[in-house]
């Protein structure tokens, strides 16, 4: 290859051995049909399957698209993703994932989308297969996010195959943040995003590595990540309640001193004394998130240990690459 690729797609992978096969055979049948270079950079998130020996074969069988970053276990799919954008040499990046639930026929969109002049492509799902629980989760969630966070716009923010520009990935890998949600970065730095539909299918095999307790600390990331909301929330209810409270202490003290005193009603005081215990706890939990995401950015700890890479060395000196932070 005389030139740095055209388009670089980024995949992060957790143990996916089932599905890495048909993986490589449909994204680069699709990306050859597009006629443009590329490359794949695939981050090997700390599988402890096969899927380590499958990823260096790929690069063997191409080894001048094939890139491979095996990191020194496991730290998130959003880590992965990051490694990758620090090393892409394309001009557009498009990111995946390794499961095949975003077909990767759809890639031509999306890059007809950028080449319009869009520097992020978001995607929403068409006739999404998924378990009812995740939809739910999902609706819910996409319903909250718009109404806390109404900046980030995107119909549907678990999609991850998307598209953006160099300098918008080079902007996210010079944040340092470890605890982020790559597509709401993208829009903070966004000028004219667009959204376009893809298919969406359901997993072919292997499982999904999220649970219920992951995707809960998923969205606590994306929440308090691009938003002090919770803690406005917090304020305010605690205002409201105390104001409450105080009419109530005002009610009391008129009552006792017209119908002297009562012992009955301990019960509803009880009740109130729950609530406002509830209410407490809530906020510590919600300020102790805040709290740690600081406790986590101060320590400064490397967001990922890259244990090596598999590639061929950049032919062109890779341009307007903001960073050069190399944790390894
Ligand atoms: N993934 C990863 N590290 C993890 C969890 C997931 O790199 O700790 C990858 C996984 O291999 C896949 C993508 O992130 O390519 C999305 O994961 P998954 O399909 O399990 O999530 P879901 O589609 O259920 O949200
Ligand atoms: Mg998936």
């Known amino acids: 290859m005389s030139h740095n690729p055209y388009i670089s797609v980024v995949i992060p992978v957790h143990n996916e051995q089932e599905v890495l096969e048909e993986l490589y055979s449909r994204l680069t049948r699709a990306l050859d049909k597009l006629g443009k270079t590329y490359e794949i950079i695939l981050t090997n998130d700390g ?8 990823l260096q074969e790929f690069h063997q069988r191409r080894p001048e698209q094939i890139r491979v970053i095996e990191f020194n276990g ?4 959003h880590m992965a993703i990051m490694a990758a954008f620090e090393r892409v040499r394309g001009q557009i990046v498009i990111t995946m994932d390794a499961d095949l639930q975003n077909p990767p026929e759809e890639i031509g969109k999306l890059v007809d989308a950028m080449e319009r002049g869009h520097d992020v492509v978001n995607t929403y799902r068409q006739d999404r297969q998924d378990s009812w629980w995740r939809l739910q989760v999902s609706k819910w969630h996409n319903k909250l996010r718009a109404w806390m966070m109404p900046k980030l716009k995107m119909q549907d923010e678990g999609c ?21 949600f790559i597509p709401a970065l993208a829009l903070t730095y966004a000028s004219n995003p667009t959204e376009v539909g893809v298919a969406h299918a359901e997993r072919q ?15 606590f990331d994306l929440v308090t990540g691009f938003s002090v909301f919770p803690l406005q929330v917090f304020t305010m209810i605690g205002l409201l309640i105390s104001l409450c409270s105080f009419a109530f202490v005002v009610f009391l003290v008129l009552r006792r001193l017209i119908h002297g005193p009562e012992v009955e009603g301990v019960f509803t005081l009880f009740a109130i004394m729950f609530f406002l215990c509830g209410i407490i706890l809530f906020g510590l939990g919600i300020v102790g998130e805040y709290v740690g995401r600081i406790y986590q950015e101060v320590r400064k700890r490397p967001r990922f240990v890259v244990r090596h890479v ?19």
Do not use: C, H
């Open 205 to 219: 095999a292997g499982t999904s590595s999220y649970n219920l307790y992951a995707l809960i600390r998923y969205n």
């Open 310 to 328: 598999l590639e061929q060395p950049a032919v062109e000196p890779v341009e307007g690459k903001i960073i050069n932070a190399e944790v390894a």
């Open 160 to 180: 991850m195959l998307r598209a953006y520009s160099r300098q918008i990935v080079d902007l996210m890998a010079s944040t340092g943040e470890s605890a982020t």
């Open 47 to 54: 599988s402890t399957d096969k899927s380590s020996q499958m």
């Open 74 to 77: 496991n730290f998130g799919q």
